[in-house]
């Protein structure tokens, strides 16, 4: 079983960034596909980022390319989510996710195996 902590959500004003890190204990961090999404009030769960055991590869959602990175440190066990140029827009609860299957270009949330609790990101305007 895989637990994941997410961590760095906060307040910002819009323009501004935050790094929101999810650490991983319980299993091996590098047999997983690991993806950042985001809820926000009244929608649906959608993805955001995601990249393979290795890093070699990502995933971004179209609304964040260029302005998010999805990074790990198998090494810490943890994943990274840069958030630069944050609009209102973003504002939403962000989730960690693990997956064993390598298919990164699969990105419903029923394909993701394990979750975080949540860390709520507020853009201010």
């Known amino acids: 079983q895989v637990q994941l902590v997410e961590s760095g959500g906060g307040l910002v004003q819009a323009g501004g960034s935050l790094r929101l890190s999810c650490v991983a204990s319980g299993g091996t961090f590098t047999s997983y596909t690991m993806g950042w999404f985001r809820q926000a009030p009244g929608k649906e769960r959608e993805i955001v980022a995601a990249i393979t055991w290795s890093g070699s590869r990502t995933y971004y959602s179209d609304s964040v390319k260029g302005r998010f990175t999805i990074s790990r440190d198998n090494a810490k066990n943890t994943v990274y989510l840069q958030m630069n140029s944050l609009k209102p827009e973003d504002m939403a609860v962000y989730y960690c996710?693990?997956?064993?299957?390598?298919?990164?270009?699969?990105?419903?949330?029923?394909?993701?195996?394990?979750w975080g609790q949540g860390t709520q990101v507020t853009v201010s305007s």
């Open positions: 996710a693990a997956k064993a299957s390598s298919f990164i270009g699969i990105v419903t949330t029923t394909s993701y195996d394990y």
